[in-house]
């Protein structure tokens, strides 16, 4: 029934209405929300969406794209993609948010494990590990909107990765339909060559329909700290000693971000520092030297009521060189403290900017070059802020195992550098151009200051790019392709293979 329905609907007009299917899961009838995403830059109507609810119905779709030398299938997280990755043109778009089963299972080693559908939400994930079980993943994304499928195509970066590595770090086991509507279970011990592929593979090899997470005791509380620096040299410095750290004399949680010297500016300035509403930050400690940026170190210390952690964070900040009075601190449990990020969101969804266009830019780039981007880059495109944060904070590669499809610099620390814009909509904003261009200006100086960097969430538009993005991993890349996707149906919005030209063989 659900062949005899699409290939009826692919008679029609792309974009005509769909009804529901019913047939092993329901057709959703939202073709436009298909059509964009987050970054709200890009559209693209989709043929038909459909709401798998097990991998056969994955498969049963991959099935049918064969049958059309144009079908494409994009798996669709929570569409959070700022550049199209999660579209489909004319295609067959997956709705994974249907996926949402959640199960505790014992890994192969005993070890306790959330099995959970592609189509979990991380928050989602969050609330159940903590309530129900008092166990919880051990690395996170900041914002937790995100599903799990959506966050292992790529990375799922936040303030644990330095010590626990990305969450493409922290999986057991995937179930993955490849393109070659082959539905299969694989880990780091079987079929070890599309699980390594799968995780930062962009969504290029296969449907991720079910992940299984280590879990780990959730900690009762964590208490958060920002520290306030003038000088990059000085940030840098402290942060990269903070995050080669061992374990047991560490945090378990540290990013950064830049703001503006300024008070004028509620969302990047002064103001964005305080996480106390009742806080205020002094302006006169800033020292008068000081240039358009300032940096703010974000902590975190997970602990339980009664182990002294007055003392412990006392002794961990003392060899930190930051401005003494400007720290800011309080104690969340460990769910408010990963959920923080809901009260942005609700702040962005009130002044219009959750829905205006979001031209994101997230740069991974290597600490030898980081003290000059600072100077070249931030200080100079970016002195007056961009609207929203500029989190920069280091990363170490040992974290990260090579075999996966993600691309990195070439060294062991490297920064995330995340420019998240919200502005609200021109003309209240700045119109959406000037932004791109400034991210090309970003870009350029990047590449003519021969900087050793890549993007994270890359998008670009040619195979050369694509190429040059993955360096000496683009061979093995084009080959995995080759292998478990070779019509070049999944992910198209990725624009890194198009169905019509599919990878060859032997890769260049
Ligand atoms: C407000 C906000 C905050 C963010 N914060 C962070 C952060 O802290 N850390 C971080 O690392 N990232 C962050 N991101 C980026 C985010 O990780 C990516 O945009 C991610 O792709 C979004 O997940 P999604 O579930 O919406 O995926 P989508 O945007 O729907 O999909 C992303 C890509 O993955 C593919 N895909 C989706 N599901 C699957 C699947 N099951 N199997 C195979 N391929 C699939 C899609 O086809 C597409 O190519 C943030 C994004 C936003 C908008």
Redesign the pocket.
Known sequence: MMIAYLDQRLRLAPGTDVDPCGDGGELDPDLEAASK??GGVTRALPAVVRRPCSGDDVVEAIRLAWRYDHLTV?????????AG??LAPDGIVLN?RAMSRMELVRGDGGQLCADVG?GVLWGELLEWGVAEHGLSPASW???LG??V???L??????GQAFRKGPQISNVAELEVVTGEAERVVCSPERRSDLFYAALGG??QF????RARIPLLPAPPLVRWIRVVYASFEVYAADVEWLVARPEREGFNYIEGFAFVNRGDDQASGWESVPIEPSSVFDPGLVPPSSGPLLYCLELGLYHDVHDGVDKRVEEMLRPLKYIRGLEFTTELSYVDFLSRVNLAESAARANGSWHAPHPWLNILISASDVVHFDRHVLQSVLKDGIGGPMLVYPLLRSKWDPQMSVALPDTEVFYLVALLRFNRPYPAGPPVENLMAQNREILTRCKSNGYDFKLY?PHYKTEAEWAHHFGKDWARFVERKARFDPRAIL?P??LIFTRAHPPSSSPS
């Open positions: 995403d987050f994009a798996p669709r997280g929570n569409g959070h993609s700022v990755q999660a994974m592609a994304t900041d914002y995100l599903t499928g959506g966050t195509s790529n990375a799922g970066i936040s962009l969504g296969g449907v991720i329909t969430l992910s919005g990725q």
